[in-house]
């Protein structure tokens, strides 16, 4: 299926509209193209394409609103979508916390769209496949992967005026390679919107030479150790992290960035001081569109600055409540990093563990940000600055203020599910218990 | 696909005449989710053009799954809708099998050029990979069913409710809440209706109807002062119901400890959401556990997860052979453990089954995804695992040649693989109450309703929360607990079941969104069970002060 050009998407956008009789209406319109393989026990399983484009009304009648879905664009289907939204919101009590549609807004023009992943053929997966299975069978080891390409587009329309149109292309990697005997495992993801960046053989190889290091973990007792995180493992706390950036929960006292006296953490320090995380939709290296779902425009914004909370996300209704100017969650967080390897990292480290990636994060008390989950692929023990052998996994249960205060060092950037996030020297992270699982 | 053109496909195919609301120039109906669906004729004939085109380019086996899947939501906070949304997608997804390789490929055309088209790409995929291909598809046979159809027993269809009812009986709730001291209330309704019409290459043709309910609650206290907040859960479960789950019968009522009422097959949203207000403000002053082990008494609507996870997940044969290894993970349970005979999942009287034709549950349905006849079949049988979970294309692996019936994809749009049927753990069957069971207990932590779940990619070691937590101490019920979660392993967790109560404390938990795959795919799946007992488990405390 067609990804629809700015002025087709317009089109479909502007004749949706026209059949419009609520107060205001707000229409977005999106589609995808995407491709997959997967693959295990070597050889390839399942792989498949999808096409899909929806198109969402909001209409309203005062504060009264109504959402509806439709995936057919011909008149017919645009005129009852847009009634049937109009009927929803008609039998919809009224929302106290209505806004009405955004007006005309400026939007910068984004980086996330590459002609050649958009070009990526079913014979590029299968040779990305290929360069997992091929090398793995050479060393005992099992390959499972998973390639995923899209292309695609959103597009907004609003009775006040605003329009807004994004491309983008994307593709994610991961490879779970295994050793035969069942004792070593490890693991490598990679993203970016330019598939030219990606070199599945080079990232094939790091899940091997890892699935090979981890044979026979060694069981070392659980309790506080310094750690080394890879990005793949610290993303999942920062991203948690970065959810509970909320102003209004936090207002509201029910967020750990609530503060004691009935306000918010805004202008504290939470965090060590070399800690500074932002968001720039124009970043080459993780670009994101320059506009979110409700057409607000997507900026650089500073979420913490040495340490300290710079800003929180306020929607438009709590934006007005308290006075203040709108700031959208973002869609993409860059965490500024230091000169440090991953070898320097090792190499200046007496006792530790080296963690690959971390499993099942789960939310154990939104007061503290207390998470726990679970080591997997490649968790290994360092000591006089080498690592000495691998160690069976361990669960934690951690929050990553605490984590993020208790910095020692800062390693390189990595891009990691569209973030940039360093490698990091951690003490004290506390691990709870063992697992036999590999 | 443009709706017109169905009506002149019916025409031409069936002469039935369909979608009369279109004809008549009105497509709304009152919640305009009531349209009627395409007529059956006219699915199998655009179905029989994906099949057609497949054996014409050397597929040897294909399948086509037209579906259209509506969604409702209803979201409020207090004294607030916020949202109230209605969904819609309608598509087709073509599946083949070439050169011993599979394809797939969908697409929201749903016209015949539209779906030969996707028909041309999935064999282009299935044909690309075979140069790959190591281990070429073995499917079981599987019997044609010709022309049949099934629907979820509902007395109350969702789509023929007001809207205004739900937002009411929603808000009924919050006030409820609110009126018993909450700070905040979020609540909602998410329904689902899935039309799917299947077909195969093997001659079944099959119209499924299915219906998914799920009331959702929460209930925050906040103690300003004291800068702390405590939530608290609905005790609701997902259900395979329409509607009438919400009428809150007093007779599917069964009564808990310290006065709670917990709820079997009818939910009463406004007397939960009083209780969530109520625990939740205690949660603030409760006293925090002490770390150590105790003896656990695991509600249904809490043991639920812990079987999801625990047996459910490591039972999935596709997870125990590698096919997950990349994302969900493998399995404990190893194909050497099985062919045993006498490996230990649990105690004596621990009995898991699945079932994927319980009134009621989410995983119910008729057929599944690659037309297979559902059934129950015993997974665990007096503590020893006696098989697995697996669908056409690998039962053959345990030398089985019938699909136990799993398989499902999420939409139209995601190729269909192995999900878990509904679980369970079977009833005690000496006549035994909770009453009886907390009686027992010495030292002891009564927990119920879903809470923080982990659990490792092979399904050893997990650590589980819950929603509301009661310390028992030599048979009596002594007051709230909180900061409670217990860390086990599954075959010891298991092989420490003690009791079970009997079948008329069994009800069922469920998730709508369980992941699973790569493109993600979520299935929703119920487990039954009545409460039980678990021995010596290890309880940590999950209070931090930052």
Redesign the interface.
């Known amino acids: 299926?067609a990804i629809y050009s700015k002025e087709e998407a317009r089109s479909i956008l502007e004749k949706a509209l026209s059949f419009s009789q609520a107060d205001t209406c707000e229409i977005n319109l999106g589609g995808s193209n995407?491709?997959?393989?997967?693959?295990?026990?070597?050889?390839?399983?399942?792989?498949?394409?999808?096409?899909?484009?929806?198109l969402v009304v909001q209409s309203s009648f005062g504060k009264r609103?109504?959402?509806?879905?439709?995936?057919?664009f011909?008149d017919?289907?645009l005129e009852?979508v847009v009634?049937?939204a109009e009927?929803?919101a008609r039998?919809?009590?009224?929302?106290?916390?209505f806004m009405e549609p955004l007006g005309p807004q400026e939007y910068d023009d984004s980086l996330t769209y590459k002609e050649s992943t958009a070009n990526i053929?079913?014979?590029y997966?299968?040779k990305v496949?290929?360069s997992s299975?091929d090398p793995a069978a050479a060393e005992d080891v099992?390959a499972?992967?998973?390639f995923?390409d899209s292309e695609g587009f959103s597009a907004m329309i609003n009775s006040k005026g605003l329009f807004a149109y994004n491309r983008s292309t994307n593709m994610d990697f991961?490879?779970?390679m295994?050793s035969n005997d069942g004792t070593g495992s490890g693991?490598v993801t990679r993203d970016f919107n330019d598939v030219d960046n990606f070199d599945a053989a080079e990232a094939s190889r790091t899940a091997i030479d890892k699935a090979v290091m981890s044979r026979e973990a060694q069981a070392i007792e659980p309790g506080k150790y310094t750690v080394i995180l890879e990005p793949a493992a610290s993303i999942g706390l920062l991203q948690n992290m970065v959810g509970a950036f909320s102003a209004r929960q936090a207002d509201?006292?029910?967020?750990?960035m609530?503060?004691?006296?009935?306000g918010n953490k805004l202008g504290q320090k939470i965090v060590d001081e070399r800690v500074s995380f932002y968001s720039d939709p124009l970043d080459p290296r993780v670009p994101t569109a320059t506009w979110n779902g409700a057409g607000q425009p997507l900026k650089k914004t500073v979420w913490l600055e040495n340490g300290v909370v710079k800003n929180l996300a306020y929607d438009r209704y709590w934006a007005e409540q308290k006075g203040v100017e709108p700031v959208p969650f973002p869609q993409g967080g860059i965490m500024e990093g230091g000169d440090a390897s991953l070898e320097d990292l090792i190499a200046s480290t007496q006792k530790g563990i080296l963690v690959t990636r971390f499993?099942?994060?789960?939310?154990?008390?939104?007061?503290?940000?207390?998470y726990?989950?679970?080591t997997?692929d490649g968790t290994f023990y360092i000591e006089n600055g080498k690592i000495k052998h691998p160690v069976k996994?361990f669960?934690f249960?951690e929050?990553p203020?605490?984590m993020l205060n208790n910095l020692e060092t800062l390693g390189k950037q990595v891009r990691i599910n569209g973030n940039l996030i360093p490698y990091m020297k951690i003490r004290d992270f506390t691990f709870?218990?063992?697992?036999?699982?590999? | 696909?443009?709706?017109?053109d169905f009506v002149q496909y019916a025409g031409l195919g069936s002469g039935a005449l369909m979608m009369p609301s279109l004809l008549m120039g009105n497509?709304?109906s009152q919640?305009?989710l009531l349209a009627p669906r395409m007529d059956v004729a006219l699915k199998k004939q655009l179905a029989d053009v994906a099949l057609n085109t497949a054996k014409s380019l050397g597929a040897s086996y294909a399948d086509a799954r037209i579906g259209r899947y509506l969604n409702q939501f209803v979201i409020t906070r207090e004294d607030?809708?916020?949202?109230?949304?209605?969904?819609?997608?309608?598509?087709v997804g073509i599946r083949v099998i070439v050169n011993g390789?599979?394809?797939?490929?969908?697409?929201?055309?749903v016209t015949e050029k539209g779906i030969q088209e996707?028909t041309n790409?999935?064999v282009?995929?299935?044909k690309?990979?075979a140069?790959?291909?190591?281990?070429p598809v073995v499917l079981a046979p599987t019997e044609s069913h010709g022309e049949v159809s099934w629907k979820t027993p509902i007395t109350k269809d969702f789509r023929e409710v007001?809207?205004?009812e739900k937002?009411d009986l929603l808000?009924s709730a919050n006030a409820a809440a609110m009126e018993a001291g909450a700070?905040?209330v979020n609540s909602g309704l998410f329904m689902v209706n899935e039309q799917k019409y299947f077909a195969s290459t093997d001659g079944s043709y099959i119209d499924q109807d299915v219906h998914r309910l799920w009331p959702f609650l929460n209930v925050?206290a906040?103690d300003?002062?004291?800068?702390?907040?405590k939530?608290r859960q609905g005790l609701s479960a997902p259900v395979g119901m329409g509607f009438e789950y919400m009428d809150g019968l007093d007779s599917e009522k069964v009564a808990g400890p310290a006065g709670m009422n917990l709820y079997r097959n009818s939910y009463d949203i406004i007397e939960d959401a009083k209780m969530a207000a109520e625990q939740a403000k205690a949660k603030l002053t409760a006293k925090s556990v002490e770390a150590g082990k105790y003896d656990l008494v695991l509600e249904p609507n809490h043991l639920g997860l812990t079987i999801h996870e625990s047996v459910g997940h490591p039972l999935e044969l596709d997870r125990v052979?590698?096919?997950?290894?990349?994302?969900a993970?493998?399995s404990?349970a190893t194909l050497d453990k099985w062919k045993s005979g006498d490996f230990k999942y649990g105690s004596d009287i621990v009995n898991l089954v699945a079932d994927k034709t319980q009134v009621g549950s989410l995983g119910a349905v008729g057929y599944d995804d690659e037309g297979v006849k559902t059934k129950k079949w015993d997974l665990v049988r007096n503590g020893v695992l006696v098989n697995y979970q697996a669908i056409r294309d690998q039962v053959h692996m345990i030398d089985q040649n019938a699909s136990h019936g799993c398989c499902y994809a999420q939409s139209w749009?995601?190729?269909q693989?192995q999900r878990m049927p509904n679980v369970s753990l079977e009833p005690g069957t000496e006549k035994y109450s909770v009453a009886d069971m907390i009686k027992d207990v010495e030292k002891g932590i009564y927990i119920a309703g879903r809470g923080?779940?982990?659990?490792?990619?092979?399904?050893?070691?997990f650590?589980f929360?819950g929603t509301v937590f009661f310390e028992i101490k030599d048979g009596e019920i002594a007051g709230m607990l909180e900061?409670v979660?217990y860390?086990s392993?599954t075959q010891e967790f298991w092989n420490s079941c003690v009791k079970i109560c009997d079948k008329d404390d069994y009800r069922m938990f469920g998730s709508f969104f369980d992941g699973k795959g790569?493109?993600s795919q979520v299935s929703a799946v119920s487990h039954g069970s009545s409460t039980a007992r678990f021995n010596d488990v290890?309880v940590?405390n999950?209070?931090?002060?930052?």
């Open positions: 299926m995407e491709g997959n393989i997967r693959y295990a026990r070597n050889t390839v399983s399942t792989a498949g394409y999808n096409s899909n484009q929806t609103s109504g959402t509806a879905t439709i995936n057919e011909d017919a289907s009852k009634r049937r009927e929803l039998l919809s009590p009224e929302n106290p916390e053929t079913p014979e997966r299968a496949a290929q299975i099992t499972a992967g998973f995923n991961t490879v779970t295994r693991w509201e006292g029910r967020s750990f609530s503060a004691p006296d009935g499993w099942y994060i789960r939310s154990v008390d939104p007061q503290t940000l207390l726990t989950g679970l997997r996994n669960r249960n929050s203020i605490i709870t218990s063992l697992s036999d699982a590999v | 696909m443009k709706r017109r497509p709304i919640e305009a607030k809708v916020q949202n109230v949304v209605n969904t819609e997608s309608f598509g390789t599979w394809g797939f490929a969908s697409t929201s055309t996707a790409q999935a282009g995929i299935a690309a990979n140069i790959l291909q190591k281990e007001p809207i205004s937002a808000l700070s905040f925050t906040v300003r002062a004291a800068g702390k907040f939530s052979l590698g096919y997950e290894a990349n994302y993970g493998t404990f749009n995601d190729v693989f923080s779940y982990s659990i490792d990619q092979q399904r050893y070691n650590q929360g900061d979660a860390q392993n790569q493109p290890n940590i999950t209070g931090r002060t930052i």
